[in-house]
């Protein structure tokens, strides 16, 4: 059987939100007992990921790295038109991805004890993101 | 209900081939109205990625950044049997994936407005491409 | 349908175990035509990949570049909390990722010729590593 349901995420500026709240109640509304949870974002400058829940240093330092990974306003990029962070934010997230999904058992998503799942946006300023959830079981 | 197929992409050079069409028409063929469509390719020195579909400067751009990811020809490499592109090739579909999934919804693929899905190959030169698509869905 | 099994791997130190064959005698199992096989690993220092099977010097490689991608011990981190290779992990974890999954038809993996499944262990020591495999078909 198959169980989808969207909602929205309105970031303030680059950064991550957790969403595993969110996303756990729409699998706690299927009353699946296992299957698997896919979650997706349908834009190019944000991500979806699976990174360390308890410290925030954690994602402070993954800011760190990304500004490595695509630079804000690179001399090489072509595309800017919206401004220095434009080409990094699509860079970001297609290194980071645009979905995940997540094991559901006993009727809840099987994620590991330290493990979260994060809107990641790229752009420096805040956008309103829609999230799909589908998931399939019985 | 599970509804599979495969198509060949014959890529040129390296570079982006937008796929979303013959995915979307996989996806009309299964007449599922919701479900998670899964695209895999059968290679590892190419890739499956989600990116932005309106400006082609932006799949430039994410040319010149994958040359620093994994530049060619690096002199640090021990797997250079099949030219300086090998094992950069290798690298860069490490680091953006081997499978896709998206959303069905109402029969038609949730893709976001400027979301297409394109198979990135990371050889130098052309190549046969297999790609999966399997529907599950309802 | 659904079927889901766990297991575990025991990582010795940093770098790559191939679950290739564990991941087959679970679909072997389900004696499903048809499907997507979906696996998780529960943790964000390690991760799961699809790459190449055969020359054991792209493992190598991969691991060199990771150290530039995400390197130990960056002077620039503010989590370092359980050593030098701490917040690298996270970092590698992300840009690697937490899922794979892989087409089932005829009853089997659909995987290329040259493609294998690893568990990427990005802590300096060994880890239990707690993988959990779902498979949907028919």
Chains 1, 2, 3 share one sequence.
């Not at 979650?39 to 954690?58: K, W, Y």
């Not at 790295?65 to 220095?84: K, M, N, V």
């Not at 994060?118 to 309103?128: D, I, K």
Request: hydrophobic share 40%; charged share 20%.
């Amino acid at each position: 059987m198959v169980h989808q349901e969207n909602f929205i995420v309105s970031t303030v500026r680059r950064g991550m939100t957790e969403v595993t709240d969110p996303v756990a109640a729409v699998v706690a509304r299927t009353g699946f007992a296992a299957g698997v949870v896919h979650v997706f974002v349908r834009h190019t400058s944000c991500s979806l990921l699976i990174t360390e829940n308890a410290d925030p240093t954690v994602r402070r330092d993954l800011e760190t790295l990304a500004q490595r990974w695509a630079p804000d306003g690179d001399s090489a990029y072509l595309h800017d038109t919206e401004g220095d962070d434009d080409m990094a934010a699509h860079a970001r997230a297609v290194l980071t991805g645009t979905s995940v999904s997540v094991p559901l058992a006993q009727g809840e998503l099987l994620l590991g004890t330290w493990q979260g799942i994060y809107l990641w946006e790229h752009r420096s300023h805040g956008h309103r993101r829609e999230i799909v959830v589908t998931v399939t079981g019985e």
